[in-house]
């Protein structure tokens, strides 16, 4: 339905039409006539993960891994003009852009670890009173409520510095826009009239559950008049912060804004907060959110109100041991990769359960045998005294053998004594020959075969200490005894 300005006598008066003024913009004012077109939309989902709301960081990880997305993004009155008159109670507001939703299809590829291409297909619903015409050109144009593809986005990342999960990360993101939602639904302002490019160099700094990054940078588009207000090249910049609560639950905050460095409607600032859950031992991360326009620039709304769905097809690594969740058997406890048993996945911080740690033993595959000697090593000792037998077979583990040609097999330390009388053959005067051990001079180590030396051989010697003199008749005189004994 169209609208017009108050009227007397069905016509504008002349006095009317010498009072009205330019109109200009509230909330800050916008201008009497629009020419070529602009997109009213400033809400920019980044595309793939490790980013926040807008605001792209430079943590792409991963070969060949990609997502698919969706983000539903709601804004109220995004494009508000208003006409004044020398009466201000005669002034008029306009939403041009009254309600705004958009539904954007987000892909990302990350080709390799540094290097990842993305790609938004927005469709847009929008609805409000239209723009209002220049004086003295007609009436309001009609009011708008359509859906139609907004403008087509493809934007390529890089990291030039760090890794995933260094502090510090350091990138830069390009884009092209295609004016698709000119193209489909003009007038409407869904997209540009012009095929745009832009950029933003990334700063990314995270530590602990705290990630902070910054975006500075811009876009370029064909210049388009609102009013007395020119839009096209302009400075982009967004500040992002996030905070993880829990393993599940992150907190986003992101301002965002744009300025060609003049005033009123050419800048705009938005503020933007939210959650993200990714259930555990899950591929898909939902976010939601709301915030609304700080200085109330062309396209930045009163309200917003976010939601996104996005599926990673990275391989879920909980604990960061490269070994996926699927197969890991302790998915928190990173494996300690120490070449045993680390296909499960758990931890191994005792590999031969000998109770001393791994970190402490030095022989961490080897499992101390636990016998009293040199323990607290960790390494078996299976031949304590180092004499070439084993500790089983060995009667004095704790004692080397001898190696003496005697009882070398038990283990045992031998004093030597070669012909085993019990008397060292240091001391033995007859080490080759065992003492008798009969009583009479056994230290010396010699056998003594007669004693008492009377020629009779101690076996046949009835008086073996006592030498036989020879007297008597007969057998008295060998018996060995002397006569009067």
């Given at each position: 339905m169209r609208q017009s300005l108050p009227m007397k006598s069905g016509r504008l008066s002349s006095r009317a039409v010498a009072l009205l003024l330019s109109l200009v913009v509230a909330s800050p004012a916008l201008a009497?006539?629009?020419?070529?077109?602009?997109?009213?939309?400033?809400?920019?989902?980044?595309?793939?993960?490790?980013?926040?709301?807008?605001?792209?960081?430079?943590?792409?990880?991963?070969?060949?891994?990609?997502?698919?997305?969706?983000?539903?993004?709601?804004?109220?009155?995004?494009i508000i003009v208003r006409t004044?008159?020398?009466?201000?109670a005669n002034s008029v507001r306009y939403a041009v852009?009254?309600?705004?939703?958009?539904?954007?299809?987000?892909?990302?590829?990350?080709?390799?670890?540094?290097?990842?291409?993305?790609?938004?297909?927005?469709?847009?619903?929008?609805?409000?009173?239209?723009?209002?015409?220049?004086?003295?050109?007609?009436?309001?144009?009609?009011?708008?409520?359509?859906?139609?593809?907004?403008?087509?986005?493809?934007?390529?990342?890089?990291?030039?510095?760090?890794?995933?999960?260094s502090p510090l990360a350091l990138g830069a993101y390009a884009?092209?826009?295609?004016?698709?939602g000119n193209l489909t639904a003009p007038g409407t302002y869904i997209g540009n009239a012009s095929v745009a490019g832009g950029g933003a160099v990334i700063v990314d700094y995270k530590t602990g559950p705290l990630g902070i990054a910054v975006n500075l940078g811009g876009v370029y588009r064909e210049e388009a008049q609102v009013g007395v207000t020119m839009l096209g090249g302009e400075a982009r910049y967004s500040l992002a912060a996030s905070f993880e609560a829990t393993p599940i639950l992150r907190i986003i905050g992101d301002v965002f804004g744009s300025t060609n460095f003049s005033s009123g409607p050419a800048t705009s600032l938005e503020g933007d907060l939210g959650i993200q859950i990714t259930p555990i031992s899950s591929k898909i991360s939902v976010t939601a959110g709301g915030g609304a326009g700080i200085l109330r620039g062309i396209g930045t709304p009163a309200a917003r109100g976010l939601i996104g769905i996005i599926y990673d097809s990275k391989v879920l690594d909980r604990d960061g041991d490269h070994i996926t969740d699927d197969r890991d058997a302790c998915p928190d406890d990173p494996e300690d990769l120490d070449g045993f048993e680390d296909g499960d996945g758990c931890p191994d911080l005792d590999n031969d359960a000998d109770g001393i740690p791994d970190s402490?033993?030095?022989?961490?595959n080897a499992a101390e045998d636990l016998d009293g000697?040199?323990?607290?090593?960790?390494?078996?000792?299976?031949?304590?005294?180092?004499?070439?037998?084993?500790?089983?077979?060995?009667h004095c583990p704790l004692e080397p053998e001898t190696k003496n040609g005697f009882d070398d097999?038990?283990?045992?330390?031998?004093?030597?004594?070669?012909?085993?009388?019990?008397?060292?053959?240091?001391?033995?005067?007859?080490?080759?020959?065992?003492e008798d051990t009969d009583g009479f001079e056994d230290t010396d180590g010699c056998p003594d075969p007669d004693n008492d030396g009377d020629g009779i051989p101690d076996t046949e010697d009835e008086c073996s200490e006592l030498p036989e003199d020879g007297k008597g008749k007969g057998a008295e005189k060998t018996d060995g005894c002397p006569i009067d004994a």
């Open positions: 009497q006539q629009f020419e070529s077109e602009v997109s009213a939309e400033r809400f920019d989902p980044a595309p793939g993960t490790n980013n926040f709301l807008i605001t792209r960081g430079a943590r792409m990880d991963g070969n060949l891994r990609y997502t698919v997305g969706l983000y539903g993004a709601y804004g109220n009155e995004s004044r008159t020398v009466d201000a852009v009254e309600n705004m939703l958009t539904g954007s299809l987000v892909g990302s590829l990350v080709i390799i670890p540094e290097l990842q291409v993305g790609l938004k297909v927005p469709v847009t619903w929008v609805s409000g009173a239209g723009v209002p015409g220049a004086v003295g050109q007609g009436p309001l144009r009609e009011p708008v409520n359509t859906v139609g593809l907004g403008d087509v986005q493809l934007e390529v990342k890089g990291r030039f510095y760090g890794d995933a999960n884009f092209f826009g295609a004016p698709t402490v033993d030095k022989c961490p000697f040199e323990d607290k090593d960790g390494c078996p000792d299976p031949d304590n005294d180092g004499d070439g037998i084993p500790d089983v077979n060995d097999a038990d283990g045992c330390p031998d004093v030597k004594d070669t012909d085993g009388d019990g008397v060292p053959d240091e001391l033995d005067k007859c080490p080759e020959e065992p």
